[in-house]
């Protein structure tokens, strides 16, 4: 990773200042995208922006913010998003600012209302910036290295960063505002949030059936300069449709699960949405159920995911009591065991009807308990 540290000041860097609703915001004389597609919107409030400036106004020195250069020679910001906009913005006229004893006691003013020698400190300010080049796994390692105040970047914020192009640009088209078409057809399904990238995370995990970064990684950088990210939409599409298809009524166990890995693995079978219904019902109604949000892939692997249920296990006073009462022997093979030798079972199995009481519970060596089935 190269890193070089730069003195701009404030007159450089706000030379053709553009907030564009299509490209974007731009600064430092159209050579700085402030708001690449990794970046959040502006959400300073009032205080945190107005501290900003005096800062600048004090001749306090403002926290080094740190640029990425591309490879065609501009530059987009990696971290100082925020203070870089509430800067341009007071130059810009969008505000005003002032404080009492801050520069001789000036009251609020615009900036083109400041006199002179204030506007020259201002502008004269020089701010630290670091211009940093890399690869995109050096890049990842420095976002992390730096993301450690403010508001953090999320994983896929920073991916977005490492990974921008035409491919990203469109996804967010997709997934990245909370109002986006992603949010209108599945947020009940998802966890997190839109502004913080989550749902463009989750949908290429979706799609790549693994929620590691290398994956995602190696997803985003095959199609990094693709012109669009339709693929990925209509996967994301495909399996909300799967699930509101075969569990049509909802439940709150279902946000967040791994829907793109049980459609992966499940979506080629054969299902009655009434006899599911009937069946979830009847799973969140049994206490013996630690785990509701297991129910559904237990349902759809047909019974063969039951660990998913976390169902309910005998506490050591009931298996102490079954243990003495048995005397150490195991019912199956007939041998002695030490009660840490033993392991609670229950002679109805769940699947049968089997509850977790005493009057169920009978004590196994590991090797019986093992080998038996629900048989």
């Not at 506007?119 to 004269?124: S, T």
């Not at 450690?148 to 640009?169: C, F, H």
Request: hydrophobic share 35%; with cysteine; charged share 30%.
């Amino acid at each position: 990773m190269k890193i070089e540290l730069h003195g701009i000041r404030i007159r450089e860097l706000v030379e053709g200042y553009a907030d564009d609703p299509e490209q974007g915001v731009r600064a430092y004389g159209g050579r700085l995208d402030v708001r690449p597609p990794y970046q959040r919107e502006f959400v300073y409030k009032d205080k945190e922006r107005d501290a900003v400036i005096s800062t600048v106004m004090k001749g306090f020195p403002l926290n080094v913010m740190y640029w990425v250069r591309k490879d065609d020679g501009t530059f987009e910001v990696m971290d100082g998003q925020q203070r870089t906009i509430s800067l341009c913005r007071y130059f810009a006229g969008d505000f005003s600012w002032g404080e009492i004893g801050a520069v001789g006691g000036l009251g609020a003013k615009f900036f083109h209302r400041q006199p002179e020698d204030i506007q020259r400190k201002f502008l004269d300010y020089e701010l630290m910036v670091y211009f940093c080049e890399g690869t995109p796994s050096e890049k990842i390692d420095w976002f992390r290295v730096i993301n450690i105040a403010g508001l953090k970047l999320t994983d896929q914020e920073m991916r977005n960063a490492v990974y921008s192009g035409p491919w990203v640009t469109d996804a967010k088209r997709y997934f990245s505002k909370s109002g986006c078409v992603a949010a209108k057809v599945g947020a009940k399904y998802l966890n997190g949030s839109a502004d913080r990238q989550d749902y463009l995370e989750t949908a290429i995990a979706w799609w790549v059936n693994s929620a590691k970064d290398k994956a995602i990684e190696d997803y985003m950088a095959i199609h990094q300069g693709d012109a669009e990210a339709v693929e990925l939409w209509l996967h994301f599409q495909k399996v909300v449709n799967w699930v509101e298809t075969i569990f049509p009524k909802y439940r709150k166990e279902m946000k967040g699960l791994e829907w793109g890995r049980l459609y992966t693995e499940y979506g080629t079978g054969r299902y009655n949405p009434s006899e599911l219904e009937g069946a979830v019902a009847r799973l969140m109604a049994d206490k013996e159920v630690q785990n509701n949000k297991g129910v559904y892939e237990y349902l759809l692997s047909g019974g063969a995911r039951k660990e998913k249920l976390n169902l309910r296990a005998f506490d050591d006073d009931e298996k102490r009591i079954a243990y003495e009462l048995q005397k150490g022997v195991c019912p199956k093979c007939g041998g002695h065991f030490a009660f840490e030798e033993m392991q609670g079972d229950h002679i109805v199995p769940w699947s049968r009807g089997g509850k977790t009481v005493q009057e169920n519970c009978q004590m196994l060596c590991r090797r019986c308990n093992g080998i038996k089935s629900d048989n």
